[in-house]
């Protein structure tokens, strides 16, 4: 452009220093531009998992509302419906669950240790509790509810 508009430019040297991200990205485009990984099917993919992200919100919204029940100083989440759920609602439905209770947290646990949460609620006969991002997590004595509260 600006050659063609006989306009003067500077060259930043950044612009071929690969310490940083953006000229390594221009250079493997290239690589994967070959392989069929353009800019267009990328665009597309982001498009496609934006719509598979907003029905995965929608349904964990959904199990929310009708399986949680908020107080005070905890949750109370049916247990049963809960593991009927797939993994990834589980998943989900259980970082909605801490962020309800912990809206001040400067940030969310590690998705890792959430995914060990629900593994181990999920799988265990008795699950013993469990603590995570200064909460409680344990399973009601008549196994109906999971309930979540705050750490004393």
Not at 74 to 93: F, P, T
Not at 94 to 109: C, H, Q, T, V
Request: hydrophobic content about 40%.
């Amino acid at each position: 452009y600006c050659r063609e508009k006989e306009i003067k430019w500077v060259e930043d040297p950044s612009n071929r220093n690969e310490y940083y991200l953006r000229p390594r990205l221009r250079k493997s485009r290239e690589v994967l531009e070959a392989e069929g990984l353009t800019s267009k099917r990328l665009a597309t993919t982001a498009a496609r998992l934006a719509r598979a992200r907003e029905a995965l919100e929608q349904m964990t919204d959904a199990c929310y509302e009708a399986y949680v029940e908020s107080g005070e100083e905890a949750l109370r989440c049916d247990y049963g419906a809960w593991k009927k759920q797939s993994e990834e609602i589980r998943v989900r439905l259980m970082i909605k669950m801490i962020g309800a209770l912990r809206m001040d947290a400067e940030y969310a646990p590690r998705m890792e240790r959430v995914e060990a949460l629900c593994d181990d609620l999920y799988v265990a006969e008795k699950f013993r509790g469990r603590t995570l991002a200064g909460l409680k997590f344990f399973v009601s004595k008549d196994a109906k509810d999971i309930v979540i509260e705050y750490e004393a």
